[in-house]
Structure formats: structure tokens, C-alpha cells
Nanobody
Framework: VQLVESGGGLVQAGRSLRLSCAVS????????MGWYRQAPGKGREFVAA???????YYADSVKGRFTISRDNAKKTLYLQMNSLKPEDTAEYYC???????????????????WGQGTQVTVSS
């Protein structure tokens, strides 16, 4: 299973970015998918998750600003990030669950596959 993130970059506060995660080696439609991030000197932080059926769950810090979505036909996961803040600066990782889950997966231990990350930097 391979996950490849793209779409990161440098943006000013208040602007938007959309991250993508292309998945191969799995059927994708049965996998719970999620986004995590890690800022310099900090631990990995949950951002958002989406179940195979499209149910979503967000961290409080991004709720109302970020939207997670998936295109099963394209085997691609997305993260639309609006109203970006400097504190959103981090390496962003997508993850795929090792099995099927009805609900969004928020426990990182339940994700069996991870991408290499894409850097998002928000300037003030």
C-alpha cells in the first residue's frame, strides 16, 4: 500500500490550500482515512478522519475551517484547508486504516499505512 501526499506549500494567513493523498495497493473504498500533522518539536496531532461511508470527524482546532473528503473512484483523499493560521504550520500526513471501520478512525494505532508527508507553512 502506498500513500503519496501533495499540495503543500507556503501561504499567507487567511488563505487556503488543498492537500491530496493518492492511494494505491488497496481497494481504498473500504479503508478509513485520516490526516495528521506534526509541527517542529511537537508530537503527531490528529486533524481529521473520514469513514468508508463518508462520516467525518475533526479536531477542535480545525473544525469549521478544514474539510476532509474522499473520491473512491480516484482513490484519493483530500483536505481542504481554509482560513489558515500560522499555528497550522506542520508536516501533514495521510493515513489509511488496516481494516474496515464504520466510524471515522481517530486512534493512530488503527492506521496501518502512512504517507511521507507534505509541508504546509503559514506565514503571518
Amino acid at each position: 500500500v502506498q500513500l503519496v501526499e501533495s499540495g503543500g506549500g507556503l501561504v499567507q494567513a487567511g488563505r487556503s490550500l488543498r492537500l491530496s493523498c493518492a492511494v494505491s495497493g488497496t481497494s481504498f473504498s473500504i479503508n478509513g482515512m485520516g490526516w495528521y500533522r506534526q509541527a517542529p518539536g511537537k508530537g503527531r496531532e490528529f486533524v481529521a478522519a473520514i469513514s468508508p461511508g463518508g462520516s467525518t470527524y475533526y479536531a477542535d482546532s480545525v473544525k469549521g475551517r478544514f474539510t476532509i473528503s474522499r473520491d473512491n473512484a480516484k482513490k484519493t483523499l483530500y483536505l481542504q484547508m481554509n482560513s489558515l493560521k500560522p499555528e497550522d504550520t506542520a508536516e501533514y500526513y495521510c493515513a489509511a486504516s488496516g481494516g474496515y471501520s464504520i466510524v471515522p478512525v481517530t486512534n493512530p494505532d488503527e492506521y496501518g499505512y502512512w504517507g511521507q508527508g507534505t509541508q504546509v507553512t503559514v506565514s503571518s
